[in-house]
């Protein structure tokens, strides 16, 4: 059996890697898992991105949470990405904590942990060293990359950036540049995490993390994830439960009355468990900076003109993040481009984590667009 494929994997590669900040890493780790089996002519390969708090573990329980992979309802033998088929990969981004090197990393030059040391990343960079994790597993071209949100922007980026490695690309709740309010949201989470007495400048491995403005940074954004409809929903203006089991009643000072407030403080408290602080101001920084037309002299059609890969891109109704016209300027500027693009907007209650839940057109979707070929 080939020891590179298999759950829980990680690979140094030294190959460096000049990042679009303009610094180089000398050699960078990457965490990783593959599920199915590589079939001989190598063509079968499908890789998962994540989004920007997820991880490797997209079909295998989560080493912290022991929760299922994130997407473990999509992945699997008969499912719509059927590894009977398909050979699936999924790696942790780089600057994220779940084993890709970032600030938590050790600096070969100090011995301690890069913190701010660590290079300011791009979409572009993470795509780049995924394209040398699929050199270290003998993978040329892929059959497909998949993502959602996050996962999304690092899909087009594999049309645009590496458009020779790729047969089709599947984009979901995305978008192909972050706007001012998705910038102005991340700011909110990375002052919180800042202002936090913990953080001491990024430095705080040795001794308590910024938790707390962690904590806010993911409240903050997990309103963004929904929509307000599933929030009414679920919890309407419904009053917490008292301790002794009776109905809720206002307290009349600041715990968490609603039921809402309470759902968004177990919400950030659990982030706190899994994720690097660091970690997360790295990565919406790289969000922010992603505007895949800047990259190709400000139109967006220039970076797909070089792509051979079929699109498909979907986005749901709901999803105020990624509003469904953020998909169309993406299928427009695909169409200006002359690459194959199909697109389709899913109905959810459920806003933008809606790829995450159970689908049962997602699923349609998916199937039927791997399943065809060019």
Request: charged share 20%; proline share 5%; hydrophobic share 40%.
């Amino acid at each position: 059996m080939d020891s590179r494929f298999g759950p829980d994997r990680r690979v140094t590669l030294d190959t460096p890697l000049a990042l679009d900040g303009g610094a180089v890493l000398d050699r960078i780790d990457i965490a990783y898992e593959t599920y199915g089996t590589l079939n001989p002519a190598r063509d079968n390969a499908v890789l998962i991105c994540h989004a920007l708090t997820g991880d490797h573990h997209v079909a295998s329980a989560h080493p912290r949470t022991g929760k299922p992979g994130w997407w473990s309802r999509m992945i699997g033998p008969g499912k719509p990405i059927d590894l009977d088929k398909q050979f699936v990969i999924c790696s942790n981004v780089l600057g994220s904590c779940m084993g890709s090197s970032g600030p938590a990393s050790i600096d070969p030059a100090t011995g301690r942990p890069y913190a701010m040391r660590f290079p300011v990343l791009t979409i572009r960079d993470m795509v780049r060293a995924q394209g040398m994790l699929l050199d270290h597993l003998g993978i040329e071209r892929l059959r497909a990359v998949v993502g959602g949100s996050m996962g999304g922007m690092q899909a087009l980026s594999w049309g645009a950036t590496l458009p020779d490695r790729v047969e089709a690309v599947v984009v979901i709740a995305s978008t192909a540049r972050h706007s001012a309010q998705n910038i102005a949201f991340h700011e909110v989470g990375r002052q919180a995490i800042m202002a936090d007495p913990n953080w001491a400048g990024g430095e705080y491995y040795d001794g308590a993390a910024p938790s707390a403005g962690l904590s806010v940074a993911r409240m903050a954004a997990h309103i963004t994830y929904l929509s307000e409809a599933g929030l009414t929903a679920k919890f309407g203006r419904k009053l917490q439960a008292r301790a002794d089991g009776q109905a809720g009643s206002k307290t009349f000072g600041f715990d968490a009355d609603f039921q809402v407030e309470s759902y968004l403080r177990h919400q950030g408290l659990a982030f706190t468990d899994r994720f690097d602080a660091n970690s997360y101001l790295y990565i919406t920084r790289a969000l922010d900076y992603f505007d895949l037309a800047e990259e190709h002299g400000g139109i967006l059609a220039n970076a797909f003109r070089a792509t051979k890969a079929r699109f498909c891109i979907v986005s749901y109704d709901t999803d105020w993040l990624y509003p469904t016209a953020e998909s169309r300027s993406i299928v427009h500027a695909l169409n200006a481009a002359g690459a194959p693009a199909s697109f389709v907007e899913l109905s959810s209650p459920f806003g933008h984590d809606a790829f995450l839940l159970e689908s049962p057109d997602l699923d349609r979707v998916m199937r039927g667009f791997l399943e065809a070929r060019a």
